[in-house]
């Protein structure tokens, strides 16, 4: 009963990782219709399923609505990107920190290859001042980007601030699309100058 089938990538990931854990505060950026909270609930243990184990947090942020999940506090018309949407994460986050922060975001393509990579790695750039305020040292960040010319810039952003970074191309993720993930790991907190 999973509610999209984007679900098996972050499934992938996570098996191969272990990203997820219980008692992880997980913030899941782009989560309509909700599937990767799912996936998330279950492996942290938000909605208490497993009585012995600790207790997680899932926040799920998208523009649309997110149908309601037990295990999750969803914020519904709420921009990624906004500054003011950070804050509130941050007031719904125990101790004002994440273990792990999930983007499965992507802008409407236009058909424009080059426009839709580049709008898609701006939301990615904005996904690392989200880091900043809630990203616990040692914390890591997954988030779906569309190949092109500014790949690699990114990668270079986040490698400045992450210990390893990696590319991911989940199985289930279709061949033909330029979709893939990066995978950061280690977040060093960058020093203020
Ligand atoms: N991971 C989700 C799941 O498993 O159910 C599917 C996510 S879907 C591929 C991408 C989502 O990103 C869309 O629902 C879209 O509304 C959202 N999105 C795009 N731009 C956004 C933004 N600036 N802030 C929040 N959500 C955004």
């Known amino acids: 009963n999973l509610r999209c089938r984007s679900a098996f990538k972050l499934l992938e990931m996570d098996d191969r990782f272990h990203l997820l ?3 992880y505060s997980v913030v899941d950026c782009g989560a309509a219709p909700g599937a990767w909270s799912q996936v998330a609930v279950r492996r942290v243990n938000s909605a208490g399923a497993e009585p012995e184990s600790p207790i997680g947090t899932v926040i799920g942020i998208d523009l649309l609505n997110i ?3 037990d295990g999750a506090h969803f914020l519904s ?3 990624v990107t906004d500054p003011t949407t950070h804050a509130k994460i941050l007031e719904l986050l125990p101790s004002g920190q ?10 409407n393509a236009s058909g424009f290859k080059d ?3 580049e709008r898609l790695v701006t939301m990615c750039f ?7 305020k809630t990203l616990r040292p040692g914390g890591s960040l ?3 980007y569309w190949e092109g010319a500014l790949a690699q810039k990114l990668q270079d952003k986040l490698s400045s601030v992450f210990g390893s970074v990696r590319t991911l191309k989940p199985s289930a993720s279709r061949k033909d699309s330029a979709e893939k993930y990066f995978f950061a790991r280690m977040y060093k907190k960058p020093i203020k100058q």
Request: charged letters at 20%; a negative charge.
């Open 67 to 69: 149908p309601p999940l």
């Open 77 to 79: 018309s709420h921009d």
């Open 21 to 23: 854990r219980p008692g």
């Open 115 to 117: 426009m839709d990579h």
């Open 98 to 107: 994440a273990h792990v922060i999930l983007s499965d975001m992507a802008p």
């Open 126 to 132: 904005c996904l690392l001042d989200l880091a900043e």
């Open 142 to 144: 997954v988030c779906k």
